[in-house]
């Protein structure tokens, strides 16, 4: 609306939602990249990825908002190569963060449960970065492998206290889906979980740092801009997160039993008490 587009005017909104379920997802991209919109914006990995698959050969500009690893799809952060550009989430540059946040919320921490599906898009890349990660921080990771939610929901059931330090889920539709199962269980074995998303902190994760994705959202607004005014995609660089925010949960810390250090309070843009 800033940069002066009114729907019903002068653009028109078809919102989609797949609601983190895959097949629905590989359905939606399917059914829209044959309506033939002028353009296509997705709002996740795994709906670029659908996107992409749906939409080879056919020559429909797509803009994606919040991609962990836009590598994956285009050639390089300074062009593309192919009908995408878009904003990076930077998830995968951000795990070492996150972990060096677990570190900074629980000192002694010296085994973390890694949350993992096998199967997920980049489940590789983020593995690697949690160990190297561990490594440099001098802790250890104990990787729980889960592909479907029935194997996610019966692994959290058997975590303890007694079993590790904290918990850490990889960012993958499968965990995030029943991401309110992970809270209520890492809350009553008393773990402390750093997710990926600040939205899962705000519904009971104890801390995360990321991206503010509103503001990913208008970096995204002014590559659709530029398209719809006669820009290739190719010729726009893939941006990166312009802001990002540290959220704390104290109200999950009390829970858990967990003190937050007032130095990491002090740093917060946002606290949920």
Known sequence: AELGYQEGKNIHYDLQNAKADEGTSQRLAIKIVRDKPDLIVTSSTTATADVVKASTGVNIPVVFLNVGNPLEFVKSYASSGNNLTGVSAATLELTAKRL?????????????????????????????????????????????????????????AAITRKMADAIFPQPDPVISRKMELVIKQSIKAKLPMVPTLISSVRRGGLATYG??????????ATLVDKILKGARPMDLPIGQPQKFNLVINLATAKAIGLKVPKEILIRADEVIE
């Open 211 to 220: 991206p503010d994705y509103f503001a990913l959202g208008q970096q995204g």
């Open 100 to 156: 060096e946040l677990l570190k900074e919320l629980v000192p002694g921490m010296k085994l973390v449960l890694a949350l993992n599906n096998p199967n997920g898009l980049h489940y590789r890349e983020y593995v690697a970065a949690a160990r190297q990660g561990a490594k440099r921080l001098d802790f250890k990771i104990v990787e729980i492998d889960v592909t479907s939610e029935k194997e996610l929901a019966q692994a959290m």
